[in-house]
Nanobody, 123 residues
Framework: VQLQASGGGLVQAGGSLRLSCAASGGTFRTYLMGWFRQGPGQEREFVSAVRWSGTNTYYADSVKGRFTISRDNAENTVYLQMNSLKPEDTAVYYC?????????????????WGQGTLVTVSS
């Protein structure tokens, strides 16, 4: 399984970005998909996840109301729409394939990871 994240970049505070994660080489549509991020000098943290059907979504409190996760199983792609970005959102964002919705915020739930895409939010 390969996950290719893209869409990162430099944006001013208050701006928006849309991240994409394209999956190939394995099963996608029946798995939980998640986004994590790692800021400078910080631990990797959960951002958002979506169940295989797309009907159940989960968010970290820090991004709730600003970020929206979605998926297109026909295209094997998961998205993260990020609005009202803040400097503290600056991080490398990783997408990952998860095996259990019960522990969606635990990085150990995820067995395959993308390479990460850098998001920089300037103040």
């Amino acid at each position: 399984v390969q996950l290719q994240a893209s869409g990162g970049g430099l944006v001013q505070a208050g701006g928006s970005l849309r991240l994409s994660c394209a999956a190939s080489g394995g099963t996608f549509r029946t798995y939980l998909m998640g986004w994590f991020r790692q800021g400078p000098g910080q631990e990797r943290e959960f951002v958002s996840a979506v169940r295989w059907s797309g009907t159940n979504t989960y968010y970290a409190d820090s991004v709730k109301g600003r970020f929206t996760i979605s998926r297109d199983n026909a295209e094997n792609t998961v998205y993260l729409q990020m609005n009202s970005l803040k400097p503290e959102d600056t991080a490398v964002y990783y997408c990952a394939r998860g095996t259990s919705v019960l522990t969606y915020s635990d990085s150990r739930t995820y067995d395959y990871w993308g390479q990460g895409t850098l998001v920089t939010v300037s103040s």
